[in-house]
């Protein structure tokens, strides 16, 4: 968890601060020289990663082709209830985050104005609020909340939030909310990636977080079929409450499931086989 915690910090970090740092390279030098900055900061990249050990994983079957992998990640997550629901959990709230997360940007131009701080000024607020989150989640989260607890709790306010972000009756209001959402986004995120590793087998490890980056890459995408046309038709306020409301809606029912309450009873921290949910290595498909 605080590992998880960590990566998000410095994720956000360098989110907030990679574009002001190409921006000055790119001011004060040629492109070429830009490109061999970008050569060797892979190379460098490559010799980190070359320091790194990692112990041998026990792997189901003999390597197959992608699709194959894939399949086997499918039906894992099939079999084990605790995976299912946490990546039907993250895949619903990211769908329906799409709404804040890509129509936010043109709610500023349409309702606060054009000028180029504005929106500025709204990523370095989220930005922010991404680096606290993460460093909360880091140092005390896995102390003083179960895992479970924490992700549906953030998931519920992120909704609350998205809800404020439509009410907001001027650009401070607005900022704030932002800040919040960044704020959260950490406590949410970190704690369902804990949950999918305590809760898969070494085994699978790979394949399930395969689909969790599918599911990332697909998920905002389909949100923003839904919520990108409805931008033109109706205003982006009245989507930013109405995902909102869904998205809380969604977790506190989804969180009543007897799925659900396994979950967020479990104990923080507990790894597979330990928690009130823990589908032990020896748990396998029929489950």
């Known amino acids: 968890m605080r590992v ?46 070359l320091t790194i050990r990692v112990g041998p994983v026990e792997r189901v079957g003999e390597p197959k082709h992608f699709l194959h992998e894939l399949a086997d990640g499918f039906r894992y997550t099939l079999g084990h209830r605790e995976v299912r629901w946490v990546l039907a959990f993250f895949a619903a709230v990211m769908v329906m ?8 940007p043109l709610m500023v131009t349409r309702t606060f104005g054009s000028n180029v701080w504005l929106l500025t000024w709204n990523e370095m607020v989220f930005g922010v609020g991404m680096m606290i989150g993460g460093i909360v989640v880091a140092t005390f989260s896995a102390k003083i909340v179960r ?3 924490l992700m549906i709790t953030a998931a519920v306010l992120l909704g609350g939030c998205s809800v404020g972000l439509g009410l907001s009756p001027n650009l401070g209001v607005f900022y704030t909310f932002m800040g919040l959402i ?10 369902s990636t804990t949950l999918l590793q305590n809760h898969t087998e070494p085994a699978y490890m790979g394949r399930v977080f395969g689909l969790v980056a599918l599911t990332q890459t697909l998920a905002m995408p389909l949100g ?14 009245s989507l930013l409450v109405v995902s909102g409301l869904l998205t809380a809606v969604f977790v506190v029912a989804v969180a009543l499931v007897p ?15 330990e928690g009130v949910a823990g589908p032990g290595p020896a748990r396998g498909v029929a489950e």
């Open 4 to 49: 998880n915690g960590i990566f998000q910090t410095a994720m956000s970090a360098l989110q907030l601060v990679a574009p002001v740092a190409a921006g000055a390279v790119l001011g004060a030098l040629n492109v070429v020289a830009v490109l061999w900055i970008d050569v060797g900061t892979a190379l460098l990249g490559i010799l980190l990663v």
């Open 97 to 104: 985050a799409a709404a804040p997360a890509f129509l936010t």
């Open 147 to 149: 895992q479970g607890v």
């Open 182 to 191: 960044g704020l959260l986004l950490p406590a949410m995120f970190t704690p």
């Open 224 to 237: 923003m079929v839904i919520f990108g046309p409805l931008a033109d038709r109706v205003k982006i306020e």
């Open 259 to 273: 799925t659900g309450r396994q979950v967020w009873k479990e104990r923080a921290g507990a790894p597979a086989g």
